[in-house]
């Protein structure tokens, strides 16, 4: 039986798209982009065949895509919302989760180590249906007999083999034929792959393309070679031809700085010009092959140039492992002018505490944990240059008992209190006492516009941050004399193991100041709280 692992690498189709055809289900046929202010965050594939890309500007889209429909993201607390991305992606991934080992690697993507299953299922199935199964006479008896064996046919019959055929004719319907344990296994991912993609459709409506290999290398290389809605599967012995005739800045990890410090030092190479080849332009793999680790210590430390000299040749042996839940939760806001009262940096970080608390809450429920601290990250002008700073604020707020109970007293209060209309007179300067720069929407971003109501738990949290998040500021900044366009609001959480931390809480039972103990069981670890 073989030892090498099959890992499945999902990623979700133009994902941010289809959540906002699934929201906007009167988009159905239209070509439809996700606007953010005056840029594009995501475009479809229709969009994508006219040439409509990221990052252009509406006026640029629409001339080259006059029927574009542009849907706007949520605008909550006069700030660009992605919630909705957020719940789509976690109920996705709670599919996935249940095939293998999962690891998340981005919102709209995911690696699945399959290997227990994919054997489990070559041991069930001792005679290999090769030309049988992909005719549609025979279904092998892990597939289930529920109405979707027909739709899993079409979906592992069209499955791309890389190096098998040309793109016209490369998939398991013309007779290609695994010779190799390692081979015969990836057959096995490929159909888990495309039960997989079934099961994320049928629970919630979204598509995905799927890549199926030994590493993850090439496992992420094949989700991304056939799109959209397809799947790729990489026979051991296609491996290093496909890489080597690669693009270097496509590769995975190597697209950003890593990449060009490479494409660099294979520049300052004296003999590489001598052994240069061109695809479109552009630098491929082949032409660093020739790179010693010698000469890639030159640029890299040795741990990376070995690991680098053995990543070109496709040699990649990270592990799918389980991150579990994030290790924070962030709310950020830049502005285009600098806030230079209290008032308006009071308002901002409240905005910020309103969704964080929301946030706070919401993991609390589905991961049983509390976080750590609050950290304030600020861009601030000093001097007259633009520094950005962050300072953590001390524990992070909990919900009391106490703060529910004066959170009511105060709304009664309020509600027994004669109604007093305030005027505030829109001023040109910012930071005029009392005035609350609520933006003026138009167009897309009206529509997008979108009033949330705060539960009792969630006001409590939230003006608690507030309250602490404010105290560091002045702190650090003042009451006066700063500039300030960037807020950041972070929640830390504890991941460490074994760790015994110090922290100062309120007592959730009584509110009083007393000295407790708190055992967290699901983070394994102890917290000493001073109430």
Do not use: N, W
């Given at each position: 039986m073989s030892s090498q692992p099959v890992i499945i690498h999902a990623d979700l189709d133009a994902f941010y798209t289809q959540v906002e055809r699934l929201r906007h289900p009167e988009l159905k046929d239209k070509p439809i982009a996700v606007q953010q202010w005056n840029?594009?965050?995501?475009?479809?594939?229709?969009?994508?065949?006219?040439?409509?890309?990221?990052?252009?500007?509406?006026?640029?889209?629409?001339?080259?895509?006059?029927?574009?429909?542009?849907?706007?993201?949520d605008v909550i607390n006069?700030?660009?919302?992605?919630?909705?991305?957020?719940?789509?992606?976690r109920a996705i991934l709670d599919v996935m989760e249940s095939y293998g080992t999962f690891e998340r690697a981005s919102i709209d993507e995911a690696y699945l180590d399959v290997t227990k299953l994919a054997k489990a299922r070559s041991e069930r199935v001792q005679a290999y249906h090769d030309q049988a199964y992909v005719t549609g006479e025979v279904v092998p008896p892990e597939m289930g007999d529920d109405g979707d064996d027909a739709w899993l046919k079409t979906a592992v019959a069209s499955t791309h083999v890389i190096g098998h055929g040309s793109d016209d004719d490369d998939c398991l319907a013309t007779r290609w034929v695994p010779?190799?344990?390692?081979?015969?296994?990836?057959?096995?991912?490929?159909?888990?792959?495309?039960?997989?993609?079934?099961a994320v459709y049928r629970q919630t409506g979204y598509v995905c393309s799927a890549g199926v290999a030994h590493n993850k290398l090439f496992?992420?290389?094949?989700?991304?070679?056939?799109?959209?809605?397809?799947?790729?599967?990489?026979?051991?012995?296609?491996?290093?031809?496909?890489?080597?005739?690669?693009?270097?800045?496509?590769?995975?990890l190597l697209g950003g700085k890593l990449g060009k410090r490479l494409e660099t030092l294979y520049w300052n190479l004296a003999s590489a010009k001598e052994h240069y080849q061109t695809k479109d332009s552009k630098l491929l793999v082949a032409d660093c092959l020739g790179m010693t680790i010698a000469q890639l210590e030159q640029e890299f430390s040795g741990d990376t140039a070995l690991w680098l000299h053995s990543y070109l040749r496709g040699q990649d042996d990270r592990a799918v492992a389980s991150k579990g839940p994030p290790r924070s939760l962030l709310e950020a806001k830049s502005i285009s002018r600098w806030?230079?009262?209290l008032e308006l940096v009071e308002y901002w970080i409240n905005n910020l505490a309103r969704g964080l608390a929301k946030r706070i809450l919401d993991d609390q429920q589905r991961h049983d944990r509390w976080p750590k601290n609050l950290v304030l990250s600020l861009r601030v002008r000093r001097q007259g240059q633009p520094k950005?700073?962050?300072?953590?604020?001390?524990?992070?707020?909990r919900?009391?008992?106490?703060?529910?109970?004066?959170?009511?007293?105060?709304?009664?209060?309020?509600?027994?209190?004669?109604?007093?209309?305030?005027?505030?007179?829109?001023?040109?300067?910012?930071?005029?006492?009392?005035?609350?720069?609520?933006r003026e929407y138009t167009g897309a971003a009206a529509d997008a516009h979108v009033e949330i109501t705060l539960s009792p738990e969630e006001t409590v949290l939230s003006n608690a941050i507030v309250t602490t998040a404010m105290t560091c500021f002045k702190k650090e900044c003042g009451t006066s004399g700063f500039q300030v366009n960037r807020f950041s609001l972070f929640a830390n959480f504890d991941v460490s193991k074994a760790s015994k931390e110090v922290c100062v809480c309120l007592c959730v039972s009584c509110g009083c100041a007393c000295v407790c103990v708190c055992v967290c069981v699901h983070m394994s670890f102890y917290y000493f709280s001073l109430s």
């Open positions: 840029g594009l965050i995501a475009v479809d594939y229709h969009c994508k065949r006219a040439g409509v890309g990221r990052f252009m500007s509406i006026k640029e889209a629409k001339a080259a895509l006059p029927e574009l429909v542009c849907v706007h993201v006069e700030k660009a919302s992605l919630e909705p991305y957020r719940q789509a992606s010779t190799t344990e390692d081979d015969q296994l990836l057959f096995y991912g490929a159909l888990i792959a495309a039960e997989v993609r079934l496992a992420k290389m094949g989700s991304a070679s056939h799109k959209p809605s397809q799947q790729s599967l990489f026979p051991t012995s296609s491996c290093r031809t496909f890489l080597s005739q690669s693009p270097l800045r496509k590769v995975p806030v230079t009262t950005d700073l962050s300072r953590s604020c001390g524990s992070m707020p919900v009391t008992k106490r703060g529910l109970q004066d959170l009511q007293s105060r709304t009664e209060t309020e509600a027994k209190a004669p109604k007093e209309t305030v005027q505030y007179e829109a001023k040109t300067e910012l930071g005029t006492a009392g005035y609350r720069p609520r």
